[in-house]
């Protein structure tokens, strides 16, 4: 490619082999890049408004500060990518694999993601606002101070995941698995957590389950915490470590 033409807007790129480029600030915005190989390119700072990367490749490329707005990455393979101040508002990562990926400091509210695989992704302090992120698996994700406000996590899977201050305020985690999830400081106000499973989790209190919402019987606590139900719609906590 031509690194002194970087206007590649509404361009048909189907297939195109991109392995390692240098595509620093190149115009991508509404191309189609679907199953486009960008293994290890350079794509910082780069624009990819609305465009197609569907079953595309681009396992440690980075994409530092670049636009995806919209953009569909549906079963693409970032894998090790590095998406850190990225915008991918409204973007589609539908079952693609960000494993290990890079997405600190994102903008992703209202993304779609469902059935994509971050497995020990790092997701600090990203915007996840109204993302839809059912049956994704966060296994070992940091996910430290990031906004998930609203979001639906209904059966994700967050074992092991560090949530650290991270806001989940309206979220729904119903059927969420969340062994051993380390929950200090974690916002759950008004959070569905009806079928959770919180097997091993640390740094759960009273004081945050008192803010969700469940039923009885519905939710698998750590052995930390002890609920006690006077009737069906109220009970008692304790916690052993507080």
Known sequence: MDSSEKDWSGKELIGKDLNGQNLVEFDFSEADLTEANLNGADCSRAMFYRARLRDAQAAKACFREADLQEANLSQALL???????????????????????????????????????????????????????????????????????????????????????????????????????????????????????????????????????FEKDKVTFPDSIQITWLSETEYECRCTTE
């Open 79 to 213: 894998q090790e990518a590095d998406f850190t101040l990225v915008n991918l508002e409204g973007a589609d990562l539908r079952g693609a694999d960000l494993t290990h990926a890079d997405l600190s400091q994102a903008n992703m509210t209202g993304i779609y993601m469902s059935e994509a695989t971050f497995i020990e992704a790092r997701l600090v302090k990203a915007d996840l606002k109204a993302g839809d992120l059912r049956q994704a698996n966060l296994s070992g994700a940091d996910l430290s101070g990031a906004d998930l406000r609203y979001s639906n996590l209904e059966a994700a899977d967050l074992t092991g995941a560090k949530l650290h201050e991270t806001d989940l305020t309206g979220a729904n985690l119903s059927r969420a698995k969340l062994k051993q999830t380390d929950l200090l400081d974690a916002d759950f106000t008004e959070c569905n957590i009806a079928g959770a499973d919180f097997s091993d989790a640390t740094h759960l209190s009273c004081s945050q389950v008192e803010t969700t919402l």
